[in-house]
C-alpha cells in the first residue's frame, strides 16, 4: 500500500490543476492545428448540464480531474523508475493510450453525442488528444517536480539531458581546443 503525504499530495494536485488550465486555454489552438473541433469541457459540462452553465461546468470538471490526476501523480511518480523529466509527460500518454478506447462508448451513451464531434477513427483527433495528453503531463511533471522539491535540495536542472553532445555545453567543449 502507498502512503500518501498531504503536503504532496496538495501541491501534486494543485500542479494538476494548472497543468489542466494549460491545456483548456490552449485548446482554441490545437482545434485550429489539428482541424478537430473536440473539446472536454465540452464533453464534461454537457454531460453534466445541457443548459448555458455548460462552459463553465465543464472547465471545473476538466479542473477537478487535473486535481485527482496530480494528486495521485504527485504521490507515484517518485516510485517509477523514469527519468524525472519522462514521468509526466509518461503518465499523461498512459492515461491518454488508456482511455482512448472509451471513445466509442462516449459517443453511444453521451446525452449530448450529436453535437460531438465522432472522434472515433480519426487520426487527426487521436494526434489531438496525444498532443494534449503530452502537455498536460509535461506541465504536471515539471511543476509537480518543482513543487514537491525536498527544501534542502535545489532543483535540479536539465542541462544535461538537452546538451548536444550528453557531455557538457559546447563553450566547455570548445574552451580545449583554444590554444
Not at 502512503?3 to 501534486?12: E, P, S, Y
Request: aromatic share 8%; glycine share 10%; no cysteine.
Amino acid at each position: 500500500m502507498v502512503a500518501f503525504d498531504t503536503a504532496r499530495t496538495v501541491r501534486g494536485a494543485l500542479a494538476g490543476a494548472l497543468a489542466a488550465g494549460v491545456w483548456a486555454a490552449q485548446e482554441p489552438l490545437d482545434r485550429r492545428v489539428f482541424g478537430v473541433p473536440y473539446s472536454d469541457p465540452e464533453l464534461l459540462g454537457k454531460a453534466a448540464t445541457r443548459g448555458s452553465a455548460w462552459p463553465a461546468v465543464g472547465l471545473a470538471l476538466h479542473v477537478a480531474n487535473g486535481v485527482v490526476f496530480g494528486a495521485l501523480y504527485a504521490n507515484v511518480a517518485p516510485r517509477l523508475p523514469l527519468p524525472s523529466w519522462l514521468r509526466g509527460p509518461m503518465a499523461g500518454a498512459a492515461e491518454h493510450l488508456g482511455t482512448w478506447p472509451l471513445v466509442g462508448v462516449v459517443q453511444r451513451v453521451h446525452p449530448a453525442r450529436s453535437e460531438l464531434p465522432d472522434l472515433s477513427g480519426d487520426p487527426r483527433a487521436f494526434a489531438q488528444a496525444t498532443w494534449r495528453h503530452l502537455l498536460f503531463g509535461t506541465v504536471l511533471g515539471e511543476l509537480e517536480r518543482r513543487l514537491n522539491a525536498p527544501p534542502d535540495e535545489e532543483v535540479p536542472t536539465y542541462e544535461h539531458v538537452v546538451s548536444s553532445n550528453g557531455h557538457g555545453d559546447l563553450e566547455h567543449a570548445l574552451s580545449g581546443l583554444s590554444t
